[in-house]
Structures are given as C-alpha cells and as structure tokens.
C-alpha cells in the first residue's frame, strides 16, 4: 500500500517554464488537496478535490492550476513558473467527511530560478 | 477567510520537560486536528477533536479542545528526544468537503 506518491521530489525550473507536480494515491480517497509550505508561513491550500470532475480553489491558487480525472490523481500544474513559487509543496488525500485525518505525499522540493 | 493561529512560534526544552502549544481560530470549528512534521519530513495526522471541551490522550500527548470550539491545545509530558518536530493544528468549518486550515505550527526543539 503505496499511500501518496508524489513525483518529482527534486525540481529547478527556471523563470517561465511550465511543470507538472504530480500526485497519486492509491486509497480510493474522495478528497485530494495540494499546499504549499515555505519558512514561517505553514501550509496554505492552493487547490483541492472532492471527487474526479470537481475542484475547488484555496487561499493562495494564482499561478497554479488542477484537474482531477480520475479518483487516484490530482496532478498541479504551474502555468509559468516565477521565483515566488519556490517552495515546498505537499499532496494530501482522505475520505471526504470529518471523522478523517489526511494523508501526506512526501513533497516536491521546487526551486524556480 | 478563517484564521487559525499558532503559539508559541518555537519552543526550546531540557529533555524531560514538559511542552505545551496553544491554537486558536477566528471562527467556531467543526473539528480540530493536529499533525507532527519530522525535520525534513511530511506532515503525519496524529489525531482529530470533534466535541466541545473533548480531551484525548495518546501516551505522553494530551490533546483539548476548547468549550467554545475555537482553542485548542496540545501538551506533551516529559519530552524525549524524538518529540522533535514541527506540530500543526489544523481546523475545520464544515462537514468535510473543505480544505483545512493550518496553523503556522510550533517548533519543538529538544536540549538533551
């Protein structure tokens, strides 16, 4: 049982380049999230999920956008990649409902230069 | 937009000392959770609060949730070393189908 697996776990991009940050999970969870976390902010929502087909925007969603296909995936995708998004960024997934914790990715460290 | 604050930022300790971090929300929360996030690592789910005034226990963890369901706290007795880490709240408005709001998070850091 795999969790969330999150691909690349390393990237430099330099200023412009488009990317894929991707994120699957094999626990047929309903809800599938993506934050971002840099030093003394936490974690802020960027977009998230209830079901394939349906997303919904976060506290800070400006410059990424989502699509969820299916229930395993939730792939992020940075239209043109500014130095402001450096950070770290993290997947989550759980049951939609609120007795259930989330489960994280182990993150994609993304460096833009 | 909900605002969940964090406190204290850092926390220094002797091992063996106890460790307690504070959160608190701008608006009335279904639940509460709490995550520990080794150095270098991803956030883990430790555990969720739901009622008014609930306290739950988890060995040397003892977690509350406020009557009013806008504080929460988490205390750790005796700390070990391998309490070290990042230790979000995380609250919740709705049934579920909304994305949490984090705290900042308190950093534990241990002097043996």
């Known amino acids: 049982n795999a969790g969330v697996t999150q691909t690349p776990k390393f990237q430099v991009l330099k200023t412009g380049q488009s990317m894929t940050l991707q994120c699957a999970q094999d626990?047929?969870?309903?809800?599938m999230s993506w934050y971002r976390q840099d030093p003394g902010m936490g974690l802020r929502l960027i977009h998230y999920s209830v079901g394939a087909g349906i997303t919904d925007q976060g506290e800070v969603p400006n410059g990424y956008n989502v699509s969820r296909s299916t229930t395993e995936d939730f792939p992020l995708r940075l239209l043109s990649a500014a130095p402001s998004q450096t950070s770290v960024y993290f997947c989550?997934?759980?049951?939609?409902?609120?007795?259930?914790?989330?489960?994280f990715g182990s993150g994609t460290r993304l460096t833009v230069v | 937009g909900q605002q969940v604050m964090q406190i204290p930022q850092y926390q220094h300790v002797q091992e063996g000392e106890d460790f307690t971090t504070y959160c608190n929300s701008s608006?009335?929360?279904?639940?509460i959770q709490w995550y520990k996030q080794r150095p270098g690592g991803h956030p883990v789910f430790l555990i969720q609060l739901v009622k008014s005034g609930e306290v739950k226990k988890q060995k040397r963890l003892t977690f509350q949730f406020g009557e009013a369901k806008k504080n929460s706290s988490l205390h750790i007795t005796a700390t070990q070393t391998t309490d070290v880490g990042t230790y979000f709240c995380?609250?919740?408005?709705?049934?579920?189908?909304?994305?949490?709001?984090f705290g900042k998070g308190t950093h534990l850091i241990i002097q043996p």
């Open positions: 608006t009335t929360l279904s639940n």
């Open positions: 989550a997934s759980s049951y939609v409902g609120r007795g259930y914790g989330y489960t």
């Open positions: 995380a609250g919740r408005r709705g049934g579920g189908a909304d994305g949490l709001t």
């Open positions: 626990m047929n969870h309903e809800y």
